[in-house]
């Protein structure tokens, strides 16, 4: 198959004839981490994820990703610490990957690529009052990036798998409760990249505060299958497409600088 030789992604994925960069952005996301040139930050403080599972109210299918909601009136899922000055919402959180192993990720360290990206969606509640406000604000946005590798099955993972073929097509939602994202975490949490982005899909606006988590987290072969198994598509659309490679390509630096938790 195309994964087995180093293909280029030279085709734009159907999904990406949109804008591919914002036309006078010059804080793009997602960028290729280069480690050396990372500039050690001792100020830098641990993060702080506060997450209430019983805020988790459900998952569903965008037609870019699969998101798992969380209720944002209160703040009972919050985070804060890192590179933040505010109190940020946990809002959802949702997944990028590749037809194969060989690719998925958005971000990446030395230009390596992973099978697939975790992002963490939180809006600064400290400064507005609704997500659709703070996506449109400078440091309105904090997202959490973790990636993923092919090892060991992922147990907390596992009861979100087994939730995805209720979501097959694109608009369909299921109820997901009980959920701690925290799970999704890496065990080190200390070690990580900061630098100012943007949303990586449309309206791509740069608000996010990005914090790129340097251990990745493992999951199974069989897990990332069941991802692919989702369609871009609705139920009505008579030709169906896998939800595969929903990941932007990298974006210029633009001179930006990254800084790390870690020396
Ligand atoms: N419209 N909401 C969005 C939220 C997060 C992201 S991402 N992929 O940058 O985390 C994109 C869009
Ligand atoms: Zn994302």
Partial sequence: ???????????????????LAVPGGDRQSPIDIIQRKSVFDSELKPLVPDYDPDTCQ??????????????????????????LQDKFRLCQFHFHWGECNDWGSEHTVDRRLFPAELHLVHWN????????????????LAVIGVFLKVGKRHEGLQKLVDALPAIRHKESIVEFTRFDAACLLPSNIDDYWAYHGSLT???????VSWIVMKQPIEVSHDQLAVFRS???????????????????????????????SFS
Wanted: glycine share 6%.
């Fill in 125 to 140: 509640s400290d400064k507005y009052s609704l997500f659709e406000e703070a996506v449109m604000e400078d440091n309105g």
């Fill in 58 to 83: 459900q998952m569903w299918n965008n037609g870019y990703s699969f998101l798992v909601e969380y209720d944002d009136t209160t703040d009972k899922s919050t985070l804060k610490g890192g590179p």
């Fill in 230 to 260: 989702l369609l871009f598509t609705s139920a009505e659309e008579e030709v169906q497409k896998s939800m595969v490679n929903n990941f932007r390509v990298q974006q210029p630096l633009r001179g930006r600088t990254v800084r790390s």
């Fill in 201 to 207: 899909t449309p309206p791509l606006t740069e608000s």
């Fill in 1 to 19: 198959t195309a994964c087995s030789s180093k293909y280029v992604l030279s085709q734009i994925h159907p999904m990406w004839q949109g804008p």
